[in-house]
Structures are given as structure tokens and as C-alpha cells.
């Protein structure tokens, strides 16, 4: 099972938009809406950001948000804040009771 | 409140075989799957399984198939996995964690460091 690509980097200035993808194939991110995103920040646990596509835990700000097409799921968060600088990884169920997750993506805020 | 509690770091050398336990509390053991995900120093984060504490069946990513066991004790409310054959490139922080949304971690441990040096 391959790790499911995401750019290595992202940036944005404060309270503008970015998006961030991760695509996998039919087997995976296509094949299921079990995808979901996590917050890291340096030398912590990871945090759920948005599961099934673009569902929001209790907690999670508004300003993150969901989606998918075809093989790609996006996380799109606006409204950039300093505290959003972070590393970024999708997951998503591949079947077979197995789960794949991203590369990371590193969220810089300017 | 409910959470995870890991084990403390290890130090292992080539060859040996590592088990990390990841003790709940706050909620009832054998209502939510426990997952295991490691990273390397620099890295990303990599599924190595899944566990049901209620029955201990379990689930290994294909990379893992042979070295890896998960193990469960209710009475202690403690998962445990236990990786064999250990090798430098299995140095990474592991990480237990609760699926409590479909396939959505929202309780995690708060990792375990695993070193394998000569």
C-alpha cells in the first residue's frame, strides 16, 4: 500500500485561504469517504482535524473544512491564524480493514 | 478523561524485538478499536494496525505481516504491540490511538520513542 501524495509544503498569509491536497487512487481516497485529516505540531500527538471527508469534531473551528473529487481529497483552511502553522496529514481507508496515510504537508503561515 | 497512556522509551539493538503498551481509561476498553502508527525522526506518520480490544482480532499493514503482534489485556485495559527483528530504520516515535469516528483518531497516546542502535 503506497503512502497517498501530498505537497510537501504549503503557505499563506494570515487570514487568507489555503488549500492542501492528497491523492490517492480507486482503492483508497476514491473508493471511500473515510478520509481524514490531522493537525500535527512539533514533538506532539496528532489531531483530528475532519474525518469522513468533511465531517468536524466537536472543537474543531469552522474554518477548516473538507472535500473530495475523484482520487484527490482537499483540506481547505481560511481564515489563516499563526497557531495553524503545523504539519498536515490526510489518511484514508484502503479496504481490507487496512488505512494509508499521507506524506505530510508542512502549513507554513507568512 | 478519557485517554491513552504509553509506555517509556526504549533502546533496543539490532536483531532484539520491542513491546509497547498503551494503558485506557476513561471509557469502557472494548467499545473502540485501537490503532497503532509510528513515525520516523523527520517523517511522516505510517498505519501499522489496528486491534478490537473486544474480541483481540486484529489487522497488520502488509509491511508489517510477520513482525508485528498486538495483543490486548481487558483486565488491565492495556493494548500492547510488540514489533520483532528490529532494525535502525525502525527508529520512530509510536503512537497508539482510538478509533472513535470511522476511521478518525480522536484519542491518541502520547507516543512512545523507540531507538534501535548498535
Known amino acids: 500500500q503506497s503512502a497517498l501524495t501530498q505537497p510537501p509544503s504549503a503557505s499563506g498569509s494570515r487570514g487568507q485561504s489555503v488549500t492542501i491536497s492528497c491523492t490517492g487512487t480507486?482503492?483508497?481516497?476514491?473508493?471511500?469517504?473515510?478520509v481524514s485529516w490531522y493537525q500535527q505540531h512539533p514533538g506532539k500527538a496528532p489531531k483530528l482535524m475532519i474525518y469522513e471527508v468533511s465531517k468536524r469534531p466537536s472543537g474543531v473551528p469552522d474554518r477548516f473544512s473538507g472535500s473530495k473529487s475523484g482520487n484527490t481529497a482537499s483540506l481547505t483552511v481560511s481564515g489563516l491564524q499563526t497557531e495553524d502553522e503545523a504539519d498536515y496529514y490526510c489518511s484514508s481507508y484502503a479496504g481490507s480493514n487496512n488505512l494509508v496515510f499521507g506524506g505530510g504537508t508542512k502549513l507554513t503561515v507568512l | 478523561q478519557v485517554q491513552l497512556v504509553q509506555s517509556g522509551a526504549e533502546v533496543k539493538k539490532p536483531g532484539a524485538s520491542v513491546k509497547v503498551s498503551c494503558k485506557a481509561s476513561g471509557y469502557t476498553f472494548t467499545t473502540y478499536n485501537l490503532h497503532w502508527a509510528r513515525q520516523a525522526p523527520g517523517q511522516g506518520l505510517e498505519w501499522m494496525g489496528v486491534i478490537n480490544p473486544s474480541g483481540g482480532s486484529t489487522s497488520y499493514a502488509q509491511k508489517f505481516q510477520g513482525r508485528v503482534t498486538m495483543t490486548r489485556d481487558t483486565s488491565t485495559s492495556t493494548v500492547y504491540m510488540e514489533l520483532s527483528s528490529l532494525r535502525s530504520g525502525d527508529t520512530a516515535v509510536y503512537y497508539c490511538a482510538r478509533e472513535d469516528l470511522v476511521f478518525g483518531f480522536n484519542i491518541w497516546g502520547q507516543g512512545t520513542m523507540v531507538t534501535v542502535s548498535s
Open positions: 480507486s482503492s483508497d481516497v476514491g473508493g471511500y469517504n473515510y
